[in-house]
């Protein structure tokens, strides 16, 4: 069973807004929930961080459900330069064992 | 500015050559990780340091060490790399570490090829 779940990959389209999902049953009670971007040959960059509801910076947006079992980053109006991969990083409690697992990533493609 | 450099950021080795990679931060971040990096995969933790306190993952093979002499440096040392070994190596710190995911700042990474 998947310990986090994300789409592959998506397209969109210049000044749209997107949305990527990344499922996450046994996240750990405590533990935030993260996002980063990476570019091809690049280190992963950090991009949001949430715990509950709705957190917002300049970037992004970043919605989670009471249950805190999937969250949903948010990209207003995304350009060319926002091509990239995209990974959710959650703390999840296995057995009584915690690990930091990341999700597999989505590769974002934004067409002109 | 604060940042993680690794060097070198590309390195050839020949198979079963041993190879050491070098990470330096100027954060003071208590927690450094390195990662290996495949292509079209996410990143896998290999091992971190909380402080002098060395964490390996299960899964590591033992032909991953690692060393870190100072708060600043940490090292990798690959003993009898093999074609598998191939990848990005993603060297990352953070403020806190634990069971909370604390923000990790990545180093750009050294591409490792393998002959």
């Known amino acids: 069973l998947a310990k986090t779940t994300q789409p592959i990959s998506m397209d969109s389209y210049e000044g749209q807004e997107v949305n990527i999902t990344c499922s996450h049953n046994?996240?750990?009670?405590?533990?935030?929930i993260t996002w980063y971007q990476q570019f091809p040959s690049q280190g992963p960059r950090f991009i949001i961080q949430?715990?509950?509801?709705?957190v917002t910076n300049e970037v992004a947006s970043l919605f989670i459900p009471a249950d805190r079992k999937s969250s949903t980053l948010s990209l207003p109006r995304v350009s060319l330069s926002d091509t990239a991969v995209y990974y959710c990083?959650?703390?999840?409690?296995?057995?009584?064992?915690?690990?930091?697992?990341w999700g597999a990533g989505t590769k974002l493609i934004i067409k002109p | 500015d604060a940042m993680v450099i690794q060097n070198p950021r590309y390195q050839v080795t020949q198979f079963g050559k041993p190879v050491t990679l070098s990470c330096s931060q100027t954060l003071n971040h208590n927690v450094m990780y390195w990662y290996q990096q495949k292509s079209s995969q996410a990143p896998k933790l290999l091992f971190h340091?909380?402080?002098?306190?060395?964490?390996n993952e299960a899964d590591t093979p033992d032909n991953f060490q690692s060393r870190r002499p100072n708060t600043s440096f940490c090292f990798l040392d690959i003993r009898s790399p093999g074609l598998g070994d191939a990848a990005m190596y993603l060297c990352a710190t953070s403020r806190r570490g634990g069971r909370e995911s604390d923000t990790q700042y990545f180093g750009p990474g050294t591409r490792l090829t393998v002959l």
């Open positions: 046994n996240i750990a009670t405590n533990d935030y």
């Open positions: 340091y909380y402080d002098k306190d060395f964490n």
């Open positions: 949430g715990y509950k509801t709705k």
């Open positions: 990083l959650v703390g999840i409690d296995m057995d009584s064992n915690y690990q930091l697992i």
